[in-house]
């Protein structure tokens, strides 16, 4: 018997706006990748660090971030169909080049699409807590899949995380602590503040 697979997520496309559903149709050629291995020199037109941000939400600090560092490429993987429409939205309002999307789940895209040690950085920012205990083995960030990054990362490449759940974070750092291959560069046991890298405030 096949064991049921675990996800981490609850698929919840919900309502579109006329403008998501547009986006989502008309610009994910252009901006979306496909179900395939990531080249990143033909996606991009370039070689530059790349970024990937897991679990993008609406995407509006996801654009902003990548808005302010043309000089690197910038891919958001997001299972939430109107906020990859909305995110494709700004993207192909604004022309941006430097920032592509893939529509569908992280861990079938980290091991079927990317290369191994491929990524600069990867950053996942306020996962679904999950907060009822029953439902811990559904958070994403467990040993199984921290090493799954790791695979994936460049030789001193990043992993940023970040949680406004207490709990959460203690189990952040229990899982990273005990990972192969990490080291936390604030020091064993010390928390990061808050990222430069989200330039404007979300709602968490």
């Given at each position: 018997?096949?064991?049921?697979?675990?996800?981490?997520?609850?698929?919840?496309?919900?309502?579109?706006?006329a403008a998501q559903e547009y986006a989502f149709t008309h610009h994910m050629t252009l901006y979306g990748l496909p179900k395939a291995s990531f080249q990143f020199e033909e996606i991009f037109s370039r070689a530059a660090p790349t970024i990937v941000e897991i679990g993008f939400g609406n995407g509006v600090s996801l654009f902003e971030i990548a808005k302010m560092d043309p000089a690197s490429n910038f891919i958001g993987i997001e299972t939430h169909k109107p906020g990859v429409g909305q995110l494709l939205?700004?993207?192909?309002?604004?022309?941006?080049?430097?920032?592509?999307?893939?529509?569908?789940?992280?861990?079938?895209?980290?091991?079927?699409?990317?290369?191994?040690?491929?990524?600069?950085?990867?950053?996942?920012?306020?996962?679904?807590?999950?907060?009822?205990?029953?439902?811990?083995?559904r958070r994403l960030i467990q040993p199984e899949f921290v090493a799954l990054l790791c695979s994936k990362l460049k030789p001193n490449g990043t992993l940023h995380l970040a949680t406004d759940w207490q709990d959460y974070a203690e189990h952040m750092m229990k899982v990273l602590t005990a990972a192969s291959g990490f080291s936390n560069e604030y020091g064993v046991g010390e928390y990061a503040a808050r990222s430069t890298q989200r330039p404007i405030l979300t709602k968490f």
């Amino acid at each position: 018997m096949i064991p049921r697979k675990v996800r981490s997520f609850v698929r919840r496309d919900g309502r579109m706006t006329a403008a998501q559903e547009y986006a989502f149709t008309h610009h994910m050629t252009l901006y979306g990748l496909p179900k395939a291995s990531f080249q990143f020199e033909e996606i991009f037109s370039r070689a530059a660090p790349t970024i990937v941000e897991i679990g993008f939400g609406n995407g509006v600090s996801l654009f902003e971030i990548a808005k302010m560092d043309p000089a690197s490429n910038f891919i958001g993987i997001e299972t939430h169909k109107p906020g990859v429409g909305q995110l494709l939205q700004h993207i192909a309002r604004d022309e941006l080049t430097n920032l592509r999307v893939y529509y569908g789940d992280a861990v079938e895209a980290l091991q079927e699409c990317v290369p191994n040690q491929s990524i600069d950085t990867f950053q996942i920012f306020f996962p679904d807590p999950w907060p009822k205990r029953r439902h811990h083995k559904r958070r994403l960030i467990q040993p199984e899949f921290v090493a799954l990054l790791c695979s994936k990362l460049k030789p001193n490449g990043t992993l940023h995380l970040a949680t406004d759940w207490q709990d959460y974070a203690e189990h952040m750092m229990k899982v990273l602590t005990a990972a192969s291959g990490f080291s936390n560069e604030y020091g064993v046991g010390e928390y990061a503040a808050r990222s430069t890298q989200r330039p404007i405030l979300t709602k968490f």
